[in-house]
């Protein structure tokens, strides 16, 4: 059967549920693998003829992996199959003097050389087989271990571009079975070639007695071979087909399980609903191992039966051959023994060759996302960073994302002098944190160009590049970790041994209160999944962030560019001020300070504001002339002031208005700002504190930053409802879901034949 044919077989079967909560069928978009459509339409020949491919691609890995292991595996498997030649050439001598003439005794005399060889034989059999096992047991988590690293390098090396490409993040998940599978093919490799050898004496063997036999050995073993592709051609097509339900079906597991989605499932009901759901899903992903199981049961039967009927031929024919006097009795006897074994070797042959075939799918993944992944690997070397660095200019820059045919920034030009501190301002979209990844060297441009003290950023070292970058995202990592390793990591290579070596980073962030609440200081671990570990609220991480920046800032001598990306959003008032102005502090003659933020109390002091608009740059200024130009900053200014006039005013005003733009306008008092406006705070109460001044209390109710979800609740600041705990940094929440279900298991999910794993 074609692939086409099969692809439409796993993928008959929507559930209502798909289309109700995905808008459509969740089915694994096999137009990514236009090529590999003809590595689907497998045949025995074809999986034959790759054989050595495969194996080679196999010995080339454990090569690299442990030499002296693959040496002793090969020695101790090919002594296997000599050992099995040897033994039959001894059972036909013993055949040979049983059946001979003579007394029964002296028979049994004539047979006992042979028997003792028989016994010889077996034993150094044993012993080999020992060895090699010994041998390819070490070599497998070795395999596995390079083929995981070469994996997990790999993804850490590219561009974020393909990180941001959905083809090649599909290719990430997809690639991640290959080291699995790397390993699985040591051992199978290995029994495939022990076959091979052990048929090729057998098959030696016979020829010897009889050229006809060796046909029909193969005529019995052919049925089997074919049965077996099929089955795993099956599997394979339905773990492409299925792999996004089970994952969705995971996602819903997860979702009823997580620490952020808990509310809402309680107060809103969505629990129930959600169960329904899963169930539902879980029964379409039922049905299709139904049939997965129906069609592996009709073809084994159809294989044992043909291979039956040759089992049959073979015997009549060698009946045939005494009858007619072609073939000694004895002869005939050995010829049993060499078929049996034969036949099972061919088996077990074609058994392995068809798993190879199996891992080989997976391992070409893996091999296919290396070779995409170095053709998006961030080039190392390049031009020296000048130590000084006099500007950052973007020069009529262009990028547009790998999926958009809009571009994300359209023309945009700006210079950002060391020493100053230049805000982005612009409504949800515009294109803000697309702006800083081009400044940062992560982006970049698709015309236009980047240039680091009059230098193209393509051209420069990256490496070093980032090293004088220091980030502060509103969705910077909260790693699963002690408190001071979150605050080091932010320059890892840093010395930081003792505790007091990030005092002054702690300080720094106001977060002295904050790490003498906890329980073991800098040393508590802030991973709520782990026993033992602390909690600490999206605030307080904001401030454990801002120490890790000040970490890292002050670990770079040279010019750089600190980022700050919408830094406050979690933080309350007063929190707020303080921030704004020790991110103020940070800079330094030799330091710019980008800041993207929708607090327009946080923007008015910056040296420059630009204002971005669906991509564009449509002004910029100070705040003083921005206002006095009356235009889109000034709109945006004025709307936040009145917003909080509103909410002075109203103080029991909903609780989350959103906003024509569909952003969540805010807490308590605050209305939506006229559609393409961000909505931010702005209190005539709130002024910048100088440095030296207390920071003044402002009178406003809390307000939370619309962007992201940080809004107070600790934790998921990032999309899609990533949490501190296991959804975030165990398993993805669209990896985590229940062992069984609609989401299948957790390793290769769709092969174990959980419930749920289609292809299990
Ligand atoms: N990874 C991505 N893939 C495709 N499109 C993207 C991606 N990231 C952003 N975009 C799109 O690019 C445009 C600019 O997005 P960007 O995140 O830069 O805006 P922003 O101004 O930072 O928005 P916000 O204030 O909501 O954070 C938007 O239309 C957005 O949908």
Known sequence: MRVFGRVRAAGAAVSESERELFGGPLRYDMGWAEHERARLELSMLSAVRAMPRLVGGTLRRAWRADRPAL?????????????????????????????????????????????????????????????????????????????TTEYLAAAAAVEMEAIEDPEFRRLIDVAQYGAASARAMIGVSVAAVNGTISLVAAGGVLTVLHPALLPMLLLIAAPRGWGAMRVAQERYVSVMVWVEHVRAGRLLGSLLTSRSAAQEVRVHGVGDFLLDRYRDMAESAEREQKRLATDKALTELVAAG??????????????????????????AGTAVIAVRSGSANLGALVMNVNQLHEEALYVHDHDRFLAEAARHTIPEGGADVPARVDEIRAEDVTYRYPDRAEPALDGVSLTIPMGSVTAVVGENGSGKSTLIKVLAGLLLPGSGSVRWAGVDVARLDRAQLFDRVALLTQDFERWPMTAGMNIRIGRPGRAASKEQDLAGAVRFAGGGALVERLPHGLRTLLARMFRGASEISGGEWQKIGLARTHFRTEGCGADGLLIVDEPTSALDPEAEIAVFDRIRRLAGPRRAIVLVTHRMSGVRHADTIHVLHRGRLVEHGTHDELMAADGRYASMFRTQAAQYAQGAQRPCGPAAEVSATGVPAGPPPVPGPPAGQDPAPEDPAIRHPSPAGPAPRPSVPQVRAPRGNGAGTPGPLGSAGAEVGPAEHGPRPDQAGPATGAGGPEQRPPRTGTPGSPAG
Not at 93 to 112: C, F, I, K, Q, S
Not at 127 to 140: M, V
Not at 317 to 327: E, Q
């Open 71 to 147: 040496v002793a595996v090969a020695v101790s498997e090919i002594g296997q199959g000599v050992a099995a030649a040897v033994g039959l050439l001894a059972v036909n001598a013993v055949m040979h003097a049983l059946l001979g003439g003579g007394t029964p005794t002296d028979r049994l005399y004539a047979a006992l050389p042979a028997l003792v060889a028989v016994g010889v034989v077996g034993v150094v059999n044993a012993g080999l087989a020992c060895w090699s096992t010994s041998r390819a047991g070490r070599l497998e988590p070795l395999v596995e271990r390079l083929a």
């Open 306 to 331: 043909l291979s039956g009927l040759a089992m049959v031929a073979t015997y009549a024919f060698m009946g045939w051959l005494i009858v007619a006097g072609h073939m000694e009795l004895a002869v």
